[in-house]
């Protein structure tokens, strides 16, 4: 069964942040090994993956766009649309994202809200995978993650019908037009079989290229 799936670069978008233009961008790059959440979505072989997206910011706040990323036997595609402001130092986000993918047949749908107040960001997701032939499997995701000069360290924690937890901690910069991050993720170990969590720790880095369509 996949799992959710993002990098830090495409769940950047659905933070909250205000763009202090209207325009579409895209965005191309790949990732060493493809892990969110705290889970390995590449396989355990530590396969690269690419990725590309395409996004849409109005000066209002208001965003939409997709995100797409290789998998070793199959093409995942995000689609995602919200609103996000801020008023001095505090900022807020609300916005719904569909994981979707070429041959798997289950999908996700997720509502997301995020919160922050300079350097301290929050986020609670709430999803259903709804795969045929199964039960939908509802579940939540919360995370706090601390920013600094480019440093960053998150905690996640999953509930509802699924468990399990992680740290993370990572640097990103932007390097002659590149960015470039590097991450270390700690998952919690739980190998129940409800946890949506790697049993390993991983070290993986990730650089991508931005351009200005419109």
């Known amino acids: 069964m996949k ?5 830090l670069i495409a769940s950047a978008l659905l933070s909250a942040s205000v763009s202090s233009f209207a325009g579409v961008s895209a965005n191309v790059g790949a990732m060493s ?3 969110f959440r705290g889970l390995d979505q590449s396989g355990d072989g530590g396969n690269a993956s690419m990725m590309a997206g395409l996004d849409y910011e109005s000066d209002m706040g208001f965003y939409a766009g997709t995100w797409l ?3 070793p036997s ?3 595609y995000d689609l995602y649309a919200g609103y996000s402001g801020a008023y001095e130092d505090f900022s807020y986000g609300v916005g719904v994202i ?3 993918y070429d041959k798997y047949e289950g999908d996700y749908v997720e509502y997301n809200l995020s919160a922050g107040y300079g350097p301290v960001s929050v986020s609670y997701n709430i999803g259903t995978l709804d795969e045929p032939g199964a039960p939908d499997v509802d579940y939540t995701f ?4 601390g920013e600094y000069e480019g440093a960053y360290l998150t905690y996640g924690v999953y509930g509802d019908d699924v468990d399990g937890s992680y740290f993370e901690a990572g640097y990103g910069m932007t390097y002659e037009g590149l960015d470039m991050s590097v991450a270390a993720i700690f998952p919690d170990d739980d190998n129940s079989a409800n946890a949506w969590v790697s049993d390993t720790d991983k070290l993986t880095f990730t650089i991508s290229k931005s351009f200005d369509l419109l």
């Open 74 to 76: 199959d093409l995942e």
């Open 142 to 145: 919360a995370s706090i993650t």
């Open 3 to 7: 799992k959710l799936t993002k990098t």
């Open 33 to 35: 090994d493809y892990w």
């Open 69 to 71: 990323a290789s998998l």
């Open 98 to 100: 569909a994981y979707l």
